[in-house]
């Protein structure tokens, strides 16, 4: 069974950093886009950053750009996302997601990929 596992989650205080792991079970994601998204309590899930298998570029949430940060160690079949400066609003659950890359795709759009994890829950303190 394909799952994608995140790790690294937990409280920190505002101004702390945490960094995410994502790494596939099951089977390999040798050319798929990775992504990040996260669903604050009572709103929708929204993107966060998705990066290529090249890891030439990003895709980036503009309001979040300059504080999270996404990159990817294909030897590691992992995915990571460095959160930084953490603010009590950026308290979430965070999931990591994966998309094999077709023409058109839309990748700061949830519904566009094919496999999810279960998501690691990220608490920011005041």
């Known amino acids: 069974q394909v799952q994608l596992v995140e790790s690294g989650g937990g409280l920190v205080q505002t101004g702390g950093s945490l960094r995410l792991s994502c790494a596939p079970s099951?089977?390999?994601?040798?050319?798929?886009?990775m992504g990040w998204f996260r669903q604050p309590p009572g709103k929708e899930r929204e993107f966060v950053a998705a990066?290529?298998?090249?890891?030439?570029?990003?895709y980036d949430s503009d309001s979040l750009k300059g504080r999270f940060t996404i990159s990817r160690d294909n030897a590691k079949n992992t995915v990571y996302l460095q959160m930084n400066n953490l603010k009590p609003e950026d308290t979430a659950v965070y999931y990591c997601?994966?998309?094999?890359?077709?023409?058109?795709?839309?990748?700061?759009?949830?519904?566009?990929?094919?496999?999810w994890g279960q998501g690691t829950q990220v608490t920011v303190s005041s």
């Open positions: 997601a994966a998309r094999f890359p077709r023409y058109g795709d839309n990748y700061y759009y949830a519904g566009q990929y094919d496999y």
């Open positions: 990066i290529p298998w090249t890891g030439g570029y990003t």
């Open positions: 099951g089977r390999s994601f040798s050319g798929y886009v």
